[in-house]
């Protein structure tokens, strides 16, 4: 009978079959095992015999995105919370009528596994914003071997699959750093890597005057679409900046969405409903 490599472990000894299956397995939920099994399994039955390795070996590279697709769409990202200011953000969000994108870390100003961060992360969510990752520790993925990006990337996911019931979809890495490998890590754990074509500059600590004129300037500029890097962690671009920037973007009749509905996408791999906390909730 047929043995999946997922069932065999003695492949896990086996060079050939430990990027691909073994290395990741503690780090990929079950549906998502189940349909790396499956998807193996046909490419096994597929190859002609004896296997040939690069038949098996090729691995599919996430989609980067830079630009939001669906037109007149401007995406508002904040990235680095959950933080102490994301119920004003919301708030602000929310007089607008506005939908928008949160890259949450794990373990990086806060535990996300903290209770006020938890209730936050939840209190987005339940507004309708979008939740998606920014890994786990911020850090520079592209310094990172397989197993460490799969770990950095999987406790975010798992993270945010506990607290919200959802499994994130598109992930944002940190510096906006990527190579090669991270992007062959999000292909198999079916992330869609997010980038940005506006920076309010925030992170670079340019003034709130600044990232108002910037947000001023491409509004003028009206490109057919927006997709804008802040961060949450900075109190001048959220009280500062963000209400300006909404006003000059719905003036020039922008719809202000999430990344996923600006790239007519939908915002997660699945959907479910939040766990119970648990001793393992911790940083
Ligand atoms: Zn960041």
């Known amino acids: 009978m047929f043995k999946s490599p997922l069932q065999d472990t003695s492949m896990c000894r086996k060079p050939f079959f430990q990027p691909l299956v073994c290395l990741s397995l503690p780090h990929l939920p079950k549906a998502m095992l189940f349909k790396l099994s499956v998807a193996i399994s046909i490419a096994l039955f597929a190859v002609a015999s004896p296997l040939r390795e690069q038949n098996v070996e090729k691995r599919v590279k996430a ?4 630009k939001c697709t669906v ?3 401007a995406a508002l990202t904040f990235d680095d ?3 102490d200011y994301i ?3 919301s708030n602000i969000l929310k007089q607008n009528g506005a939908t ?3 890259f949450f870390n794990g373990n990086n100003y806060h535990c996300i596994y903290d209770q006020e961060s938890a209730s936050r992360v939840k209190f987005v ?3 309708g914003h979008h939740v998606a990752s920014h890994t786990w520790g911020h850090k520079d993925l592209s310094t990172l071997n397989w197993d460490q990006i799969h770990s950095e990337m999987w406790m975010i996911e798992q993270a945010l699959m506990r607290i919200t019931g959802s499994y994130p979809a598109f992930m944002r890495p940190p510096y906006g750093k990527y190579n090669d490998t991270v992007l062959e890590a ?3 754990r079916g992330q869609e890597v997010v980038m940005w074509d506006f920076d309010s500059g925030d992170s670079a600590g340019v003034s709130s005057q600044d990232s108002r004129n910037r947000y001023l300037n491409i509004a003028n500029a009206h ?3 927006l997709l804008a890097v802040n961060h949450e962690t900075r109190a001048s671009a959220v009280y500062e900046v963000l209400p300006y920037a909404i006003q000059q973007l719905k003036a020039k009749g922008y719809q202000l969405v999430s990344v996923a509905e600006c790239l007519g996408k939908p915002k997660y791999q699945w959907i479910g409903v939040p766990q119970q906390r648990t001793v393992e909730w911790h940083c």
């Open 125 to 127: 969510y339940d507004q």
């Open 186 to 188: 999000s292909g198999i």
């Open 100 to 102: 928008a994108t949160f």
């Open 81 to 83: 919370g959950p933080y």
């Open 223 to 225: 490109p057919d679409t």
């Open 71 to 73: 037109p007149n769409t």
């Open 63 to 66: 989609s980067v995105y830079t």
């Open 87 to 89: 119920y004003d953000i």
